[in-house]
């Protein structure tokens, strides 16, 4: 199984009647809508509304309970489409290893998949972090790192996978306030740093009283 | 708790089908190999002095008063290769290590660095269980044949130093070797080995299951150690079984 994409191009997504009950309550309900390969696309809510619960779909890490979810018309639970898709998800946490470095982190999907060799895995990292305005933090651990820090690392370990989607969980939580304006425009640059013109973008958001 | 025991034989399953994947996550057993080493060398060694003197002292003076001083050496030494050695060892890297491999595994379940990895197709199978199960099934039996070594020298000490007992090192390993085959010492490693699987699984599956923050942390690393004891002496009881034919 390979870890590269044999599809170059972005991917569409197409939600069917989406269903998700966690203890008998319902998170999604009969959820629906189409997103075109290329388009930035965003879901606002209040918290607990299930956009976190949405976007694990999207990405496979959770099973609906009934509907469908399909990636360029493939269903996003058949076993290959990992391989056959590069995605990527930026969680609201970061969800960094915390036993490894800024640098390993960054590196782990090429260093994992045996992509590059070392020298050019370690070029490839020092070029997103520098995208991300964390240059040279690369011998650092994430303990070391702010909250906002862990934020643009996980959107680094993002880019470094070239992905055809991402998923960008609250991008501006833990975010300083004048991170926070500026993030759109700064999350439009990374977009532009990939090397296609056609990845799918999606955002959530609360809402501003969320 | 059925679904349990299926979930865990399906990532001992799974671990099974990546062995061919070692060599590539070589560095992460040899860190994995080095922690258990570093972390539980001392205590076995303690442990197995002591465990060996122990024996030799409740042995040994019922064994002289009854004429049969001589075989002192073969009852230890028979003892400790064959159940209390395999059987300690596994104990004491259960709570040792296995509770680390719950802990370690389970925040980063809670944590949400496994949604992470399977993000970037990372199969935590063979990112997290593969190089952990490799490196406790090579050092416990390790550990074990140290420990035997380490455990006879105790009860020899102790068959030495003490006055009931009163028995010249000599006399101790003519006794050992004239009871104790290689056979048995190679049984007591199997049963090692055997013991360090399940150490393994039940760790890294109680750490993939983990939900619901520290406290569910907390709660896999409790479950982590009482099954792996658990299922070690019913084990026992069963690989002794079927060792003995």
Known sequence: MSAMSSNPGGVSIQVRGLHKS??????LCGLAFDVQAGEIFVIMGPSGSGKTVLLKHLIGLETPDAGEILINGQAVQSPEIMSQYRM???????ALLNSLTVGENVGLYLTEHRLKPPAEIARIVAEKLAVVGLKDTEDKMPSDLSGGMKKRVAIARALVIEPQ???YDEPTSELDPLSAVSSPRKLSICKSALPSPRWSFRMTATSPLG | MFQNVGEMVL?????????PLTWRQRQKVFDQFFEIGNASLLMVCILS???GGVIALQTGPL???????????????????KELAPVMMAILIAGRI???MAAEIGSMRVYQEIDALRTMNISPVHYLVLPRTVAIAVALPLLVTFSILVGWLGG?????????IALSFAAFFSSLRNVVEVKDVANGVFKSFIFALVIAVVSCHQGLITAGGPRGIGRSVTKAVVNSIVLIVILDYLLTRVLLK
């Open chain 2, 98 to 100: 296995g509770s680390a």
């Open chain 2, 11 to 19: 990532l001992f399953w799974q671990t099974l089908v990546a062995l």
């Open chain 2, 49 to 51: 002095f002591f465990i």
């Open chain 2, 156 to 164: 020899a000490v102790v068959c030495v130093a003490n006055d009931r």
């Open chain 1, 22 to 27: 966690f203890d008998g309550q319902e998170v």
């Open chain 2, 63 to 81: 064994l002289v008063e009854r004429g049969i001083g001589s075989y002192v050496g073969g009852v230890v030494g028979y003892s400790i290769c």
């Open chain 1, 88 to 94: 990527a998800m930026v969680f609201q946490s970061g």
């Open chain 1, 165 to 167: 989607l991402i998923l």
